[in-house]
């Protein structure tokens, strides 16, 4: 029997790629996603590039415990993997109600609704800015912890009531997954970032501007003790987290109780650097200003990723200039994201309507 495994936040960014990575190694799929900021279109194209369905997905909100059990009691989900969350720091530092609502009571009504169902085995997904501001890189899982903004103090939250919760439950398995900077896309093109609104992180907002949906990158600082003065981030290409997440599930047996690994490459980017790789693969010039730095921003983060090659036998794959071609494609074909795809990317020409 193929297992099933529920993924919440599976429309969006990572949860997307995730899903295609499961059903191309045999998982059954379920979705559960509110998409406040995914589009049901992902979910579509999931099924297009996987060649296969969804068993089913849902437009519930994991923080909505009746519905969420109906889900479980429909299914016979055998682990889950925790997405739904909201995700941009400078956001969060401006909306931090909605930020340890979703965040921590969405994890906290899962656990719940998992603990109703008897399902003993989940894949968290936590951040590298649980860390903060790094005095030394890169990091490793040993390395203290010292959120900076909301939104990282939502995830290490997280980790700590799982981290409870494993030592009063003795059956659950946890892995929480740190990851560093998602980016890149699918390499059909056909599933990518598509933020609503104004992208709140770099890759996307390189992307928009490169295809001319946006004048210029707002660099935020280039004074931070790094070689060029702009923040320095470990860039994971996101069908290398969505491969960590199918090998993470692959592991959870291991052992019973609450684990923690990093996600990343252990090579540090800067903001301008992106730029350029950018720039170079696209064709295209991304003009940008320097301003301020964001609030709740750090100098740098780089991965220690040893700790998952030693535990599971397996490294990313993917490099600097394979992220920007792929974010580019994806941009490309979908200038306007799943709202308006270019006819290259299967969907309706402007000015015709969807249903053709
Ligand atoms: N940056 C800019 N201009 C922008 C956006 C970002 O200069 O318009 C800079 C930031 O200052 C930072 C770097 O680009 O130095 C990366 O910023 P992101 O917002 O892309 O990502 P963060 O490092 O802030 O990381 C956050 C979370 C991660 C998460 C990541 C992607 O902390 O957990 O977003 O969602 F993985």
């Known amino acids: 029997m193929p297992e099933t495994v529920l993924v919440t ?32 279109e992902a979910l579509v194209r999931v ?40 995700k941009a720091v400078g956001e969060s530092v401006s909306l931090p109600i909605e930020y340890y609502d979703t965040n921590v009571g969405g994890t906290c009504a899962l656990l719940s609704v998992m603990h109703e169902h ?8 936590s951040s590298c800015s649980v860390y903060g501001d790094a005095r030394t890189v890169p990091l490793s899982e040993d390395s203290p912890v010292a959120p900076t903004n909301p939104y990282a103090r939502t995830k290490l939250m997280c980790e700590r009531i799982l981290e409870d919760v494993c030592a009063r439950l003795q059956d659950l398995k946890v892995l929480a997954l740190r990851y560093f900077n998602p980016v890149g896309a699918h390499p059909s093109g056909l599933l990518g970032e598509d933020p609503h609104g104004i992208p709140g992180n770099l890759m996307p907002y390189i992307a928009q501007v ?3 949906r946006r004048e210029e990158l707002s660099v935020f600082g280039d004074d ?58 696209s064709g295209r010039s991304v ?47 979908n200038p306007d994201g799943y709202a308006r795809p270019s006819a290259r990317a299967g969907g309706p020409t402007p000015g015709e309507s969807p249903d053709g």
């Open 118 to 125: 008897e399902v003993h085995r989940l894949v968290f997904s």
């Open 9 to 40: 936040g599976g429309a969006g960014f990572i949860g997307s790629h995730s899903c295609v990575e499961l059903l191309d190694h045999g998982y059954e799929v379920v979705v559960v996603d509110n998409h406040v900021n995914s589009s049901p």
């Open 287 to 333: 003009p940008c200003r320097t301003v301020g730095r964001r609030a709740g921003d750090v100098a740098a983060l780089v991965a220690d990723a040893s700790a998952v090659a030693a535990a599971w036998g397996w490294t990313t794959t993917r490099d600097l200039t394979t992220m920007c071609r792929d974010a580019w494609r994806f941009q490309e074909l």
């Open 224 to 281: 931070y003790p790094t070689p060029d003065g702009t923040g320095v981030r470990d860039y994971i290409h996101v069908m290398d987290v969505a491969e960590g997440h199918r090998v993470a599930l692959e592991h959870l047996d291991d052992r019973a109780g609450m684990r923690v690994f990093n996600l990343g490459t252990g090579t540090g980017t800067s903001v301008l650097q992106l730029v350029d790789a950018f720039a170079a693969v």
């Open 47 to 86: 099924a297009k590039i996987a060649g296969r369905p969804l068993i089913a997905a849902y437009a519930i909100d994991v923080r909505d415990r009746a519905a969420l059990s109906e889900v479980f009691a429909r299914h016979p989900v055998d682990a889950v993997i925790h997405f739904a969350a909201h």
């Open 210 to 212: 490169a295809v001319g």
